[in-house]
């Protein structure tokens, strides 16, 4: 499954909110385009892991064949350690939820 690219208006820039829908949105739809190829989403969802050692799981997802530019890399990481980090909210809408939606 492929998910398009997100633009982003004018009024969304200037809307925080709209802006950050958007980026969940893309970011979530990156998990479900390159990481489930591997895993399910409910491997991710169940972390609750500090920054680096997301950057850690990341650069090791990359090593073993994750196709991820510096970019996707960068974006994932924000995702992640925003969303799953310790202490984070449990339950969390799902990250198919928040690919379609982009609502937090």
């Known amino acids: 499954m492929m998910l398009g690219a997100v633009v982003v208006t004018a009024a969304q820039e200037e809307n925080p909110v709209s802006e950050e829908r958007a980026f969940t949105r ?13 895993h399910t989403t409910d491997l991710i969802a169940q972390q609750r892991l500090p920054e680096e050692r997301w950057t850690a799981t990341v650069e090791k997802m990359v090593r073993w064949g994750a196709v991820l530019s510096r970019e996707e890399q960068a974006m994932l990481l924000q995702f992640l350690t925003t969303r799953y980090r310790p202490g984070a909210a449990d339950p969390l ?3 198919e939820h928040e690919a379609e939606s982009g609502m937090n």
């Open 26 to 38: 893309q970011a979530a739809g990156l998990i479900l385009t390159r990481c489930t190829i591997c």
């Open 93 to 95: 809408p799902s990250i």
